[in-house]
């Protein structure tokens, strides 16, 4: 007899019976429980969807005592920060990640004491299920609130201090070698570095690979000016380094922004790119593709960071074995260098 769902909100009786279940059965599936027979899945999945089966989330997290919230925090306090392509992309990846789950994200700016202390009580009270970090600096406060927390935690990029269990990140020394050695290859020898800063993980490492590479090359590292990844960092940079080192011929910007304030500076100085100095950037943002000249690039998938670090913490709130990634990056040829 089919169900009147016009007049009442179907049970998980009534899909447990449509299926040929038992009730267990059915709430290990919509629980998303580990060894649960395909038949039996699919079975309760399509009862689920013909009676228009709506789980009670209050009773749900009661029984399972998970919110169905999972955090992304960041150790930055500007707003302005989610305009950055780069966190752009890490959240569609995220976003993509937990489109086939019944997880939703909060993001929590957290730098400021305020900030901290918010992502405290929200940790302490277990009000999100599992959290992922990002941007964090130096012995950041946020590495020791999470692991007091005792909850699902995976960092997007490791900190600069330890070595979290669980993590991606991307491939920043090797893909700093390949944007150095690129340089050296065509014949550069006074080669500069704008790097990102150097309380983070990523910029210390983009800045080791680039050593290397020279050392390896029996080159002596020409010069370093530091930046914060922005645009005006990098022109900033560009500008020290003009007035301290005139003769430089290549920049490695440890950022496609950082790039691109590089390419600007020389500009108005009158160098020609890259007949004069050549250029090459990180990440492979969609800048790179409109600088003048079009930016050559380390590519690092950035949705994927987001996407892959979603996966992991899903498979530790789930229960299961996961394990750490690192992502590799790969050389993205244009005309600057």
Known sequence: METDTSRHQPTLDEVAARAGVSRSAASRVLNKAPHVSRATRDAVERAIKELGYLPNRTARALATQQTGIVALAISHDDPELFADPFFGQVIVGVSSALEETDLHLLLCLASS????????????????????????????????????????????????????????????????????????????TRIVT???????????????????????????????????????????????????????????????????????????????????????????????????????????SIQSLGKEMTRVLIELIAGRETASLILPTRLVRRDSA
């Open 194 to 300: 704008i790097t990102g800063e150097l309380t983070s993980e990523a910029g210390v490492a983009r800045h080791r690979g680039y050593r290397e590479a020279m050392i390896m090359a029996g080159l002596t590292p020409y010069a370093m000016a530091e930046g914060d990844y922005t645009e005006a960092s990098g022109a900033a940079a560009m500008t020290t380094l003009l007035d301290t080192h005139p003769d430089l011929d290549a920049v490695f910007a440890a950022s496609d922004n950082m790039a691109a304030g590089a390419l600007r500076v020389l500009k108005e100085a009158g160098r020609s790119v890259p007949a004069d100095v050549a250029v090459v950037g990180f990440d492979n943002l969609g800048i790179a593709q409109h600088t003048d000249p079009p930016l050559t690039t380390v590519h690092q």
């Open 113 to 188: 004491g305020r900030g901290r202390s918010r992502l405290t009580n929200l940790l302490n009270t277990r009000g999100v299920d599992g959290i992922m970090l990002m941007a964090l600096h130096g012995d950041d406060p946020l590495t020791h609130i999470v692991q007091r927390a005792g909850l699902p935690a995976v960092y997007g990029g490791r900190p600069l201090h330890f070595q979290p269990q669980w993590y991606v990140d991307s491939d920043n020394l090797g893909g700093a070698r390949l944007a150095t050695e690129h340089l050296i290859s065509l014949g550069r």
